[in-house]
């Protein structure tokens, strides 16, 4: 009992401090470590086996879109670098430089890839000759640097694992549309598999990647109210290809510069999955990305029958497609139930000597922490049926959470009080003017987080100026 306590009690209530709350979830979950050099995590195999499902769930639907899967160095020469003057504008306070090549001085600096924009445009420049090698679809799954002063598991380290796809195409119009397609990939993948509801909109000129014409994304709610931009997709028009002179011949035999676009998800979503669901016994995992979607924990493991019992069931699930485990340690059943909820396994069924003689074992649910008493008949489909119950009860109750601190304001006033006192989204109108977007930050420490796809008209006024409105804005704090 002691054990069981112990293993709680160091979890921090997210009520009093949810940033330590968070870094004690991922280090008692063992989903990181810290490293000796600083900025850096190790990724664990419970952290990575995360990552690596998702990952799969993210390719696959890639794939039917008709991207493919490249991979380019990791150093990108400073020429190259500066042949985007808004790009390297916007990276440069975070670049991390190679100057010695073993004990010899570079003639020129090399880059460790903050982003790979330019490295593809060298690519395409010479790969792209005719219209007829048009579109070009491509992503790679790498590490990135970027150096970064304050850090927090996840959410935010000086390398980082990611996807970036970049894509040339003949038109701005086949560029745009595959610029909404893929956010749209990243909405499907977060709503279905992650249990995470967003709002999908377009970042203003003050927010968008640099050097893009415009930058879309999904923005998520995390449950201490704050926002985490969660995938981008970028349209760059034809800036780029100018400058790398990424051009092709027409059908009309005419040389014309490409449309590109750029499309990227990180690591960071794992922090995402963490800060939506978690509780104070630790993590909450949907079912469609969770590495163990069921744990059987074996009751009074040492009387006849039982771990034979155990075993059988485990067969079974394994058979039917489920990713399970069998918990024989020597540890404590009520210990076992402990780390089981701190891993977030979704599911949970223990199995002992009075279930077997009833022919059945009991469910205990992650999510909501419902007991029941299931026959072993039909375990198989009612344990698909019970996480899929699972996966759509993770996903609604994250969207009660988001809707229930939601807001709208009409004045600078109304947003402020909201923005100190009710931490969530808030909904305002917008001039379009930097100069007020830029004073909402000063006066109430809020940032755009968007202009949705979705508009409302909340008033016909800016929040802040008071002259006409172009956009509904979401606004909040974020990470």
């Given at each position: 009992m002691a054990k069981e306590k112990k293993l709680v009690e160091e979890i921090t209530s997210m009520d009093t401090d949810f940033a330590r709350w968070?870094?004690?979830?991922?280090?008692?979950?063992?989903?990181?470590?810290?490293?000796?050099?600083?900025?850096?995590?190790?990724?664990?195999?419970?952290?990575?086996?995360?990552?690596?499902?998702?990952?799969?769930?993210?390719?696959?639907?890639?794939?039917?879109?008709?991207?493919?899967?490249?991979?380019?160095?990791?150093?990108?020469?400073?020429?190259l670098l500066q042949k985007e003057a808004d790009h390297v504008e916007g990276f440069a306070p975070e670049v991390a430089w190679v100057t010695y090549g073993g004990m010899e001085k570079l003639d020129e600096r090399l880059c460790v890839r903050p982003t790979s924009e330019t490295l593809f445009c060298d690519y395409?420049?010479?790969?792209?000759?005719?219209?007829?090698?048009?579109?070009q679809l491509l992503n790679q799954w790498c590490s990135v640097v970027r150096w970064e002063k304050t850090t927090r598991p996840f959410l935010r380290s000086r390398e980082f694992l990611w996807q970036e796809g970049h894509t040339v195409h003949a038109t701005a119009k086949e560029a745009h549309d595959r610029t909404v397609q893929m956010?749209?990939?990243?909405?499907?993948?977060?709503?279905?598999?992650?249990?995470?509801?967003?709002?999908?909109?377009?970042?203003?000129?003050?927010?968008?990647?640099?050097?893009?014409?415009?930058?879309?994304?999904?923005?998520?709610?995390?449950?201490?109210?704050?926002?985490?931009?969660?995938?981008?997709?970028h349209y760059f028009g034809d800036g780029f290809a100018k400058a790398f002179n990424v051009t092709f011949t027409d059908k009309d035999n005419q040389v014309k510069p490409v449309f590109e676009t750029s499309f990227g998800m990180t690591t960071r979503i794992i922090g995402a999955v963490i800060m939506v669901h978690g509780d104070n016994s630790g993590l909450k995992l949907p079912p469609h990305i969770a590495p163990v979607q069921v744990n059987i924990i074996p009751v009074a493991a040492h009387k006849e029958g039982v771990l034979d019992a155990a075993n059988t069931l485990y067969d079974r699930l394994k058979v039917a497609g489920l990713r399970v485990k069998l918990d024989n340690s020597e540890k404590s059943p009520g210990f076992k139930f402990a780390e089981s909820e701190m891993r977030g396994i979704p599911l949970r069924i223990e199995i002992g000597p009075k279930d077997i003689e009833n022919n059945q074992c009991v469910f205990v649910r992650r999510d909501t922490g419902e007991k029941s008493f299931v026959s072993l008949d039909n375990v198989e489909s009612d344990a698909k049926d019970c996480l899929e119950n699972i996966q759509t009860n993770m996903y609604e109750t994250a969207l009660a959470h988001r809707d229930a601190h939601t807001y709208e304001a009409r004045t600078m006033e109304e947003l402020k009080d909201i923005a100190d006192n009710k931490p969530g989204f808030i909904k305002a109108m917008w001039c379009g003017d930097r100069a007020c977007e830029d004073k909402l930050k000063e006066f109430a420490g809020v940032t755009s987080r968007c202009m949705p796809d979705e508009q409302e008209q909340i008033s016909d006024v800016c929040v802040c100026c008071g002259k006409k409105a172009k956009k509904m804005v979401y606004w909040g704090k974020a990470y």
């Open positions: 968070y870094t004690d979830i991922v280090l008692k979950a063992e989903l990181v470590d810290y490293t000796s050099v600083k900025g850096c995590l190790v990724i664990r195999p419970a952290g990575y086996a995360i990552w690596e499902n998702m990952k799969n769930e993210i390719d696959r639907r890639f794939k039917e879109t008709g991207i493919e899967n490249c991979y380019l160095p990791m150093f990108i020469p400073e020429s395409y420049a010479r790969a792209v000759k005719s219209y007829r090698d048009l579109p956010l749209d990939v990243y909405a499907d993948f977060f709503e279905k598999d992650l249990a995470i509801p967003v709002i999908k909109g377009v970042k203003t000129e003050k927010e968008k990647f640099a050097g893009a014409e415009a930058t879309y994304t999904i923005e998520a709610l995390m449950h201490d109210g704050k926002a985490l931009q969660s995938g981008t997709s």
